[in-house]
């Protein structure tokens, strides 16, 4: 009959589904040939070795969370909740206002479980884990590099938000631990006079702040604009005072979208 050379995907529940399927059809159709292949092949799916019978109880969980007994480190636990999903607003880019939603959809989700029942961080506490322990962290990290080895800065200045005038720091380094050149972020005063010497002065405080020698600095890139780059009292020409050997970068993206503006 058709259904004796029926295919089926390996593996012991299928077995036993095609296997009853089988005895079924054949006490229908009265058909007794293959009674004793079925009687074998119980045998050997129960006293096969690493197998369970279908009463037998499916192993635990993995993981299981039990809200009523919770252990003697859920305290700590907390913290680290808290503190962890911090991190991939900071490596993705995520705005703030997600955790808010993150703190409820935890809620639902893990019902059983005591960390999230307990798990509490909007974005105002997101907020603070970022800009006042995370960041500081990674302050450091830029800061001893740029104590210890050659950089070049990277400078711009920028209010998009707000009355006030922001210069951005950047600096450029080789990272031996990722053994490859990157771009960090140093700091970013307020210069609302963009004049050069405001800046240079922004920027010399900086330094003087985080205890980076001028004699690393090496490169130095920014717009094309004059009180950046300018012959006489520009910021560069303050640098150089610092440090005669800066190399000036230019700014590639500046002087290409120059050209694609003019040739538009």
């Not at 995907?9 to 399927?21: E, N, Y």
């Not at 322990?133 to 938000?161: G, H, L, Y």
Request: include cysteine; proline fraction near 3%; aromatic fraction near 8%.
């Amino acid at each position: 009959m058709g259904y004796e050379n029926k295919t089926f995907t390996p593996g012991r529940r299928k077995i036993v589904k095609h296997q009853l399927t089988v005895k079924k059809r054949k006490l229908e159709t009265g058909d007794s040939d293959s009674d004793m292949e079925i009687t074998e092949l119980d045998t050997t799916l129960e006293s096969e070795p690493g197998t369970s019978t279908s009463s037998e109880k499916l192993p635990e969980a993995i993981c299981s969370f039990n809200v009523l007994e919770a252990s003697s480190t859920v305290s700590t636990q907390y913290l680290e909740s808290d503190f962890l999903p911090q991190k991939d607003h900071t490596a993705y880019n995520l705005a703030f206002a997600v955790s808010d939603h993150f703190t409820k959809l935890c809620k639902i989700m893990f019902t059983d479980s005591a960390i999230a029942a307990g798990y509490s961080c909007g974005k105002t506490k997101t907020n603070q884990i970022v800009k006042r322990a995370i960041s500081v962290e990674n302050s450091k990290v830029v800061e001893e590099n740029c104590k210890t080895q050659p950089f070049t800065i990277m400078c711009n200045e920028s209010n998009d938000r707000g009355n006030d005038k922001l210069f951005v720091i950047l600096v450029r380094y080789f990272d031996s631990i990722l053994g490859d050149t990157v771009t960090r972020f140093l700091d970013m005063p307020i210069v609302n006079i963009g004049n050069a010497q405001n800046l240079f002065d922004a920027l010399d405080n900086t330094f003087e702040e985080k205890q980076i020698p001028w004699k690393n600095v090496f490169g130095f890139m920014s717009d094309n604009c004059s009180v950046m780059k300018g012959r006489k009292k520009s910021l560069l020409f303050r640098i150089r005072q610092k440090q005669p050997n800066v190399v000036n970068m230019g700014c590639i993206c500046h002087l290409a979208n120059l050209c694609c503006g003019a040739g538009v």
